[in-house]
C-alpha cells in the first residue's frame, strides 16, 4: 500500500510538470505571434506616414492612408480638453511625444496604436511612428465622457482619404 501510494505521487508530479512545461510553450507562442504582429503593424504605420509625407513634398491634394486599421494618426503638439482623474489633466493641456521631444522637434506627426495607454504621448513612445512636419492634424477623439483629444484622427474604415491644405498647413479628414 506504501509502494502504490509513493507511485501515484510520483505520477502525479509528472503530470503537473508536463502541465507547467506546456502552458509555458503555449504562453511563449501566444508572445511571439502577439510581437510579430505589433512589429508588423509598426511597419505599416511606418510606411504609411512616409507616404503622407512624401504625398506632402509633392504638393498633393488628397492622401489615402491604409494602415494600420484602428490606429491613430496626430499631429503634435497636441490638445488634450477635459478632465481626467487618472492623468490629472484639466482644462487645455498641449503635450508632445518624448519621441519628437529627444531630437528636438518642435512639431510632428505620428501614427500609433493607443491599446492600454490613456497618454497619447505615452502611447506614441510605447508603439508609433512619428515625422518632423508643421501641418496640423484637424479632427478629435473622445476617449472619455469628459476628454477629447484634438489634433486627431482614427484609421477606421480604410482608405482614409485626407485633404491638405497647404495655405493653412492643415490636414483633415475628407468629408466626402
Known amino acids: 500500500m506504501n509502494k502504490r501510494g509513493f507511485l501515484l505521487g510520483e505520477e502525479t508530479l509528472k503530470i503537473v510538470l508536463a502541465v507547467i512545461s506546456i502552458t509555458f ?20 504605420a511606418k510606411a504609411s506616414l512616409n507616404h503622407l509625407i512624401e504625398e506632402i513634398n509633392a504638393n ?11 490606429w ?11 478632465f481626467s482623474e487618472e492623468n490629472k489633466i484639466e482644462g487645455t493641456n498641449l503635450i508632445i511625444p518624448k519621441t519628437c521631444s529627444n531630437i528636438g522637434w ?6 500609433y496604436s493607443w491599446k492600454g495607454v490613456r497618454n497619447p504621448s505615452l ?42 491644405n497647404y495655405e493653412n498647413k492643415i490636414i483633415q479628414e475628407n468629408e466626402s
Open 123 to 164: 502611447a506614441v513612445d510605447n508603439l508609433g511612428a512619428c515625422k518632423e512636419n508643421e501641418f496640423e492634424i484637424r479632427g478629435s477623439v473622445s476617449i472619455s465622457n469628459t476628454q477629447r483629444i484634438e489634433n486627431t484622427i482614427k484609421i477606421q474604415n480604410p482608405p482614409l482619404t485626407l485633404t491638405i
Open 60 to 70: 498633393a491634394e488628397e492622401v489615402e492612408i491604409y494602415n494600420p486599421k484602428g
Open 106 to 111: 518642435e512639431s510632428c506627426i505620428c501614427i
Open 25 to 44: 510553450l503555449i504562453y511563449l507562442l501566444v508572445s511571439l505571434y502577439f510581437a510579430h504582429v505589433r512589429d508588423k503593424e509598426l511597419e505599416l
Open 72 to 82: 491613430y494618426i496626430s499631429s503634435f503638439p497636441m490638445k488634450i480638453i477635459g
